[in-house]
């Protein structure tokens, strides 16, 4: 068995430390490339999202490579994405690929659907209570991926040598992913963020805050969203995401099982605009940006992939939000088409457009919208 998954954030740290420890052979997807992207536009419908395209893309990859098992999420809901899965496995039997899928429904059984999938994927008879052990060290591996995460959005923009916090960033999964023991990962943790929070930074540092908001692949994935948080932070923008893996799975793994939800905050701030679930990201990009508002922040980036219906709902709302609460938003539709030079135009300006603000902060500036 060789099992390969398309990448989703941080997730293949844990999938690869999971598989390694329990011999199982495990082909990683190169990092997700022009490549990939030129894969996935050409065996995908022109109209399907960007993230529809990337992961088809990162899967064909890994089969090129010799796995014989895909790992896929699916499951129903209001977005396309509960039926990539099945989409995908179909894709990619008629071009002639010859494979099994395991699907991880994340919306039935939550947590007991999760390890059922990995004791299917380890093809395993292990003890339940020994995979669940197994589960809980992953997502304790992805907490550390996202906390590390949050501190190099923090350090970037004060750091004097952004290579360094780049370095640090770029090297950090392989890290952790080779930490198979709770010993192993409690030392790997402490050396990165020793490491990390001993790069030399600007006392002096007052950074503009974005929030970084919008449909939660993009948000999470740099190559989809040109490495656009890295591009802020050298530009000496602190940037807030509120997409992280680990919050996905404390929702839909423990607190939707308990019929909880950890956002209702958020949900009341975007109760004036939107109160129905229109499912995707877009009652917290409205929720979010009000609350960021009240926060101080100087400004929000809203990023939706083209044809992506939740964020296009929530892009219609945003002129009324942004006069509203006065805060501008950037909003960013992203496509195969998309060029670099013109989205760091864009970057460039909407980034003097907060200095100014902030230096004169009565100063009436309309809103910018795509
Ligand atoms: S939220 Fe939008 S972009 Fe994301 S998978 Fe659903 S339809 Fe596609």
């Not at 997807?29 to 894969?39: D, I, M, Q, V």
């Not at 977005?79 to 496995?89: F, I, M, N, S």
Request: glycine content about 8%; charged content about 25%.
């Amino acid at each position: 068995m060789k099992v390969t998954f398309p990448h989703f954030g941080s997730t293949w740290v844990a999938l690869k430390a999971l598989f390694d420890k329990n011999g199982v052979e495990c082909i990683v997807p190169p990092k997700t490339s022009k490549r990939t992207l030129s894969l996935g536009v050409k065996y995908s419908p022109e109209t399907m999202c960007l993230p529809y395209k990337i992961l088809l893309g990162n899967i064909i990859e890994g089969l090129e490579l010799g796995a014989d098992t895909v790992i896929n999420v699916g499951g129903p809901g209001l977005c396309r994405l509960g039926c990539y899965a099945a989409l995908h496995e179909q894709a990619l039997k008629d071009l002639g690929f010859k494979f099994e899928t395991i699907i991880f429904d994340w919306q039935e059984q939550q947590i007991v659907g999760l390890v059922k999938c990995v004791r299917r994927a380890l093809n395993t008879t292990r003890p339940w209570i020994e995979v669940v052990g197994d589960v809980k060290f992953g997502l304790q591996q992805l907490i550390l991926m996202d906390d590390l995460e949050r501190q190099v959005h923090r350090v970037r923009p004060r750091a004097l040598d952004k290579g360094a916090v780049a370095r640090l960033w770029r090297d950090a999964g392989e890290r952790v992913s080779a930490a198979h023991t709770p010993e192993a990962l409690r030392k790997v943790k402490k050396d990165l963020f020793n490491e990390l929070n001993s790069i030399p930074q600007n006392p002096n540092a007052n950074p503009l805050r974005v929030g970084l908001l919008g449909e939660f692949f993009m948000a999470i994935d740099p190559f989809c969203n040109m490495d656009l948080e890295a591009e802020l932070g050298d530009r000496g923008v602190e940037v807030v995401r509120a997409a992280f893996l680990t919050n996905w799975a404390k929702v839909w793994l423990f607190l939707a099982a308990l019929g909880l939800s950890h956002d209702r905050e958020v949900k009341k701030a975007a109760s004036p605009y939107l109160t129905r679930d229109v499912s995707g990201d877009a009652v917290q990009s409205l929720g979010e940006t009000i609350l960021h508002q009240r926060e101080g922040f100087d400004g929000i980036i809203h990023l939706m992939p083209f044809t992506c219906l939740p964020e296009i709902i929530a892009q219609n709302i945003f002129p009324r939000v942004t006069k509203d609460h006065s805060i501008p938003v950037l909003s960013i539709v992203l496509d195969e088409q998309m060029g670099r030079a013109g989205l760091l135009t864009r970057l460039e300006a909407f980034v003097d457009l907060m200095e100014r603000r902030r230096a004169r902060p009565g100063l009436k500036l309309a809103p910018v919208h795509d």
